[in-house]
C-alpha cells in the first residue's frame, strides 16, 4: 500500500473541490464507450471516486481501484450517497490487479499510472491489456518530459524523480516517470490501435487512447 496517499485520505474530511471535478478526457470517452458497446469499465486509481461516480452514473457497470484503503472508503461513502449500485470497488496495486483475463471492456486511469519506476508503469499497462476483453479500450493520461516538474526532486532513474508534492497544505513525497511520446507509444506497443496526443487543458501529459 502506498502509505503516503493513505495518510493523505485519512486526514481529509470531505472530498476537496480539485477531486471532484471530472478530467475532461474521460468526460468525452463516454460517448465512444457508449456508441461501441462498452459495459464493463475499471476505474484505475480511483481515488475518492470521482470518475467511478461519472461512469457509473452514465450507467456502466464500474470498478474503482485504489491502492489506498482510505481513498477506496471515500468513494465508497460517495457511492453510497449517489445511491450507486453498480460501482463496486476493490483495494490493489495498479501492477498487480485482482481481475481475471478479458473482464473488462474498458480501463480509464487519470494522473495515475505514472507514479511509478519505469518497469512498473509497463508492468502496469501489461496488466491493463491482460484484463482488457477483445477490443477493449484504454483511455489514460501520462506525464510528458515537457511537464516543467521534470528533473526537478530527486532523480531515481532516467526520466525519474521523487518529487515533493503538496496538496491540502498537505505535502509529501512520490515517484514521478515522464515519458517521451515515442516511450508512451513503445508502452502501448501491444495494442492494435494507439494515439497519443498532447491533453488539451493540461499540456505537461500525453492523452494515451488505444484498443486491445
Known amino acids: 500500500m502506498d502509505s503516503n496517499w493513505d495518510r493523505y485520505y485519512s486526514t481529509l474530511k470531505r472530498v476537496p473541490r480539485r477531486l471532484r471535478v471530472t478530467a475532461q478526457f474521460v468526460v468525452d470517452a463516454v460517448s465512444v464507450f457508449k456508441k461501441d458497446g462498452v459495459k464493463k469499465v475499471l476505474d484505475l486509481g480511483c481515488g475518492a471516486g470521482r470518475h467511478s461516480v461519472l461512469l457509473g452514473g452514465k450507467g456502466f457497470e464500474v470498478i474503482g481501484m485504489d ?89 531515481l532513474e532516467k526520466n525519474t524523480f521523487w518529487i515533493l508534492e503538496g496538496y491540502e497544505e498537505k505535502r509529501f513525497g512520490e515517484v514521478h516517470h515522464f515519458l517521451t511520446k515515442d516511450e508512451a507509444f513503445r508502452v502501448l506497443n501491444a495494442f492494435s490501435r494507439r494515439d497519443v496526443t498532447v491533453l488539451e487543458d493540461k499540456t505537461n501529459y500525453w492523452k494515451v487512447v488505444a484498443v486491445k
Open 67 to 155: 491502492v489506498s484503503r482510505n481513498a477506496v472508503r471515500m468513494a465508497g461513502r460517495w457511492v453510497r450517497k449517489e445511491k450507486l449500485e453498480n460501482v463496486a470497488f476493490v483495494v490493489a496495486a495498479m501492477t498487480n490487479i485482482p481481475l481475471i483475463d478479458r473482464c473488462v471492456d474498458a480501463v480509464v486511469s487519470v494522473s495515475v499510472m505514472h507514479h511509478a519506476l519505469k518497469k512498473d508503469v509497463v508492468t502496469s499497462v501489461k496488466e491493463v491489456y491482460r484484463i482488457l476483453d477483445r477490443n477493449g479500450w484504454f483511455v489514460a493520461n501520462l506525464a510528458s518530459v515537457n511537464d516543467p516538474r521534470y528533473g526537478t526532486g530527486r532523480m
